[in-house]
C-alpha cells in the first residue's frame, strides 16, 4: 500500500493560534486525500475529501473556512486549522485513495493540543 | 440509528480464545467492507477487506451477510499482539467516502 506521512506528529498551540498540518503521499500520486477527525474514544469522523487541483469537499458541519485544505500536488495536501480553540483539539488523520484497489493508506495522524 | 454500529466492547479474553465481532450497517448501497485494527493513539490499518463470499487471513476470518446488512470478524487463537481495537469500516454507496464504526475493544490477556 502507499506510504503517508504527515507532520508534526503532535502540536500545542494556544487559542487563536493557526496551525497547519501536511499530508504527503511518499510513493504514491494522490488525486484524492481525505481528512478525518477523532476525539478520544469516538469514531473517525470525515472533514472534507481533498482533490488535487480544486476545492475542497467538506463534510454537513465542518466550517469550510476554519478548516482549509489545500492540494495543490499530487502528493501533499495540508490542513490548517484557523483560529483554533480548545475544542478543535483532537486526533487529525489524513488519507489517500487508490482508485485501483478502492483503500485508503492513512497517515500517521497529527495530535493537535490547544491551549 | 448510526450508519455503522459495532459493540464497544471491551472484550477481555484468555490468549488461545477465539472472539467473534459483529457490525452492522444503514445503507444498503454500500458496496465496500473493511476491517480496521487501530491501536491507542494511531492510525487505522487495514486487517482485511470483506467480500460477500467470505474470506479468511491466517487466524482472520471475515463474513457479509449483504440481506441483513451485518459484517463480522472472527479471530482464532488470541494473541497479545491482537489487542487493539477493531474498527467496522463501510463506504458510502456512491462514493469512496469511508464510514467508520465506532470500535470494538479487544483486550488479550494472558
Known amino acids: 500500500g502507499a506510504v503517508v506521512s504527515q507532520h508534526p506528529s503532535w502540536v500545542i498551540c494556544k487559542s487563536g493560534t493557526s496551525v497547519k498540518i501536511e499530508c504527503r503521499s511518499l510513493?504514491?500520486?494522490?488525486?484524492?486525500m481525505f481528512w478525518y477527525r477523532q476525539f478520544p474514544k469516538q469514531s473517525l469522523m470525515l472533514m472534507a475529501t481533498?482533490?488535487?487541483?480544486?476545492?475542497?469537499?467538506?463534510e454537513q458541519g465542518v466550517e469550510k473556512d476554519k478548516f482549509l485544505i489545500n492540494h495543490a500536488s499530487l502528493t501533499l495536501s495540508t490542513l490548517t486549522v484557523t483560529s483554533a480553540h480548545p475544542e478543535d483539539s483532537s486526533f487529525y488523520i489524513c488519507?489517500?485513495?487508490?482508485?485501483?484497489?478502492?483503500?485508503?493508506?492513512f497517515g500517521p495522524g497529527t495530535r493537535l493540543t490547544v491551549t | 440509528r448510526k450508519e455503522v454500529e459495532q459493540d464497544p466492547g471491551p472484550f477481555n479474553v484468555p490468549e488461545g480464545a477465539t472472539v467473534a465481532f459483529n457490525c452492522t450497517y444503514s445503507n444498503s448501497a454500500s458496496q465496500s467492507f473493511f476491517w480496521y485494527r487501530q491501536d491507542c493513539r494511531k492510525e487505522p490499518k487495514l486487517l482485511m477487506s470483506v467480500y460477500s463470499s467470505g474470506n479468511e487471513d491466517g487466524r482472520f476470518t471475515a463474513q457479509l451477510n449483504r440481506a441483513s446488512q451485518y459484517i463480522s470478524l472472527l479471530i482464532r487463537d488470541s494473541k497479545l499482539s491482537d489487542s487493539a481495537t477493531y474498527l467496522c469500516?463501510?463506504?458510502?454507496?456512491?462514493?469512496?467516502?469511508?464510514?467508520f464504526g465506532a470500535g470494538t475493544r479487544l483486550a488479550v490477556h494472558p
Open positions: 488519507s489517500v485513495w487508490d482508485r485501483g484497489s478502492y483503500e485508503q493508506y
Open positions: 481533498s482533490n488535487e487541483g480544486s476545492k475542497a469537499t467538506y
Open positions: 510513493d504514491f500520486q494522490a488525486t484524492t
Open positions: 469500516v463501510v463506504n458510502d454507496g456512491g462514493y469512496n467516502k469511508l464510514i
